[in-house]
C-alpha cells in the first residue's frame, strides 16, 4: 500500500483510553478502593468482573494476578476508523483478536505488544444512563504506561506496526529508557518505560487545572492515602502530577496542564536524569 495513503489514515488516527482492565487476586475490595479513592461506582457485570464507573473514567476489574494488566482499551472515532486501524495492522503481520470488553462495540479488536501487553481499539458502545459519580474531584482517564525490560522493542512495535506518532524519549547512552506515545493531540496517551520486569507502571487521570490537584490531594488524605510522589511538574509532557498506589500497588497518578501537540512537532529528546522526570525535584522510580 502507498506509504501516502497510509500517513494520511493514520494522521486522521483519533483515538483516547477508553478503559482499562486491571486483574486482582481480590477483586471486590479493588473496586471497593476505586469506589472510595476514585469515586467510581462499582457494580458485578459478570461472576468475575466489576465495573467502575464515573463520568469520564471507568475500569474493569476481573479474577487474576494481582498488579496484572488486563488490557488497555482506546476508543476510535468511528467503526471505519477501527477497521482502518485493523487493516493496517493486519497489513503488517500483527496477530489480532476480538477485543474482550463488553464496553466496546462488535468490530473491536486486541491487539498483543511484543512484551504479551494486550491493547484495544474499538467504538464505544452507548451505556444506558450517565455513571453516577462518587464524593471524589473530577478527572478523566487519560493514559497508560507499561514497564519493559526491551523498551525499544515496545516503542518500534508501537511507532512502526501501530504507527503511533512518537512526542518525547529519553535516552541513555544512545537507548530508550522512556518514549511517550500519543493516538491524539495529547502529548501521550500510551508510554514505555525501563523496568526491571514487564508490568503496568502506572495509569492516569487528567484534572486539567492544578487546583484540581490539590483537592484530588486533600480528597486522598481524607481517605488515609498518602501520595507516592509528587506533586512535581514531569518533563516530557509538561505535566504536573502527583501519585498514590492502590492495595494492589498499582499507581495512580492525577495529572494537570498535560501538553497538547500540533502535528508537526519534533521528537524531543531528554537526557535520563531526576529532572527529566521531576522538573521540581526527585524522581525515585525513575532511576
Ligand atoms: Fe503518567
Redesign the pocket.
Known sequence: MGGAKEAAEMAGLSARLDHLQLLSEAPERLAGFYREAMGMTPSRIDRDLWLCAAPERRLLIGRGRSGTLGFGAFRCESAAAVAALRARLERRGAALDPAPTPLFEPGAFAVADPDGNSLLFGERRPVEGDPVAGPAPSARLQ?L?VGSDEPETLVRFYADVVGLPVSDKVLRDDSVTACWLRTDHEHHSL?VFRAPVRRLD?H?YEAGDWALIRDWADHFARQGLRLIWGPGRHGPGNNLFIMVEDPDGNRI?I?AELETVNGDRPVGIWPHEERTFNRWGQAPFRR
Open positions: 493514559h504506561v508510554a502506572h492516569s497518578e495529572s
